[in-house]
């Protein structure tokens, strides 16, 4: 079943989700600095210590979260971008290297690019790769590709499952 206008999926409200408890977390951490600072005074040191290593803590992890989501936004949009505007072509996986280990794996993937018209080239695209989709990108499989025409090195590979 489709999604009517106006509805937003899981994905996306995932997304939206750490957004917004990254600029919660900022906000509370700054409250809690703000309100050790003015009752300094009133409470032991130690505890004054403890309340604004917390307000620290929290403004750190939620400026982290939001940094990662809004990162990850501009990729998005730098791969629809391309994807919309791109020249078509294939790209031949040469190599593929485990570049971090987590649950969805960092993968560094040298691609051999062929255009229409002009020379075959190589390109590198640094992207997580889901572990149940490692097996499809082995050296040797084909892809289509979409190449930013004013960046031969920014391709997109075109995956029946997603784009990367």
Do not use: W
């Not at 997304?15 to 309100?35: E, H, M, P, Q, T």
């Not at 604004?52 to 939620?62: D, Y």
């Not at 190589?122 to 960046?151: E, H, K, M, N, W």
């Amino acid at each position: 079943m489709g999604r009517h206008r106006g509805q937003i999926g899981r994905r996306d409200r995932r997304r939206i989700d750490v957004k917004a408890a990254g600029y919660l977390l900022a906000i509370l951490g700054c409250a809690v600095l703000y309100l050790a600072a003015a009752f300094h005074s009133s409470f032991h040191p130690a505890g004054v210590a403890a309340i604004a290593g917390n307000g620290a803590a929290s403004l750190i992890s939620g400026s982290g979260c939001v940094v990662v989501a809004v990162r990850r936004d501009r990729r998005e949009a730098e791969v629809a971008r391309v994807t919309a505007i791109g020249l078509a072509g294939t790209g031949t996986i040469g190599s593929i290297e485990l570049t971090q280990a987590t649950a969805k794996p960092i993968c560094r993937v040298q691609v051999h690019v062929t255009l229409a018209d002009g020379p075959a080239y190589q390109a590198t695209v640094t992207r997580p790769i889901a572990r149940s989709d490692l097996p499809r990108y082995q050296p040797g499989c084909a892809f289509p590709v979409r190449v930013d025409p004013a960046d031969l090195s920014a391709i997109v590979l075109v995956d029946s499952v997603g784009m990367t």
